[in-house]
């Protein structure tokens, strides 16, 4: 048996334990030792981190060769359009590359608690929600697809990866399993 932790990262921590200048860390909430990151989840966005105490889970998890899925919901500036939506959905060529197909749909606004510190509002500019799952993960590749198709990201929440989630788990606060790896 594997343990692993689902945290639900606030905005403004750093996916790390050490201490980073006057950043806060990962240590303010998680306490047991011998957990690492599986994969990243930037300050500014929120959401599902996993931290696992083993290795081949952690490989299982980050690594884009096993083709995760992760979800994430999505705020963006402006009222999108279907096609950017089609756009988002097909790939985006980035400078390191083209994207994977994703599964992207408009949304409603997710029940999220309020940002700290919320983000800027413009009051003739809508903004819209989507809901985006892709399958890889390159450095701030959300944030890069949304922009490349010219509607920034205002809001980044990781929702689930694979089959955990975030549902019943509170801003900073995190919930433990065992997980059972199956031989590969």
Known sequence: MTNLILFNKPFGVVSQFS???????LKKYIQTKGFYPAGRL??????????????KLQARIANPRFKMPKTYWVQVDGAI???AISQLSQGVKLKDGMTRKAEVM???APDLPPRQPPIRTRKHIPTSWLSITISEGKNRQVRRMTANVGYPT???F??????WNVDQIKAGSYSAL??????T
Do not use: C, F, W, Y
Request: glycine letters at 8%; hydrophobic letters at 30%; zero cysteines.
């Open 106 to 108: 408009a949304i409603d």
């Open 158 to 163: 990781r929702q689930s990866i694979g089959s």
């Open 42 to 55: 930037d300050h500014d966005s929120e959401g599902l981190l996993l931290l696992t105490n083993n290795g």
């Open 19 to 25: 201490d980073l200048d006057d950043k806060v860390t």
């Open 154 to 156: 205002l809001r980044l």
């Open 81 to 83: 359009s279907q096609e």
């Open 178 to 183: 065992s997980v059972h790896l199956p031989n």
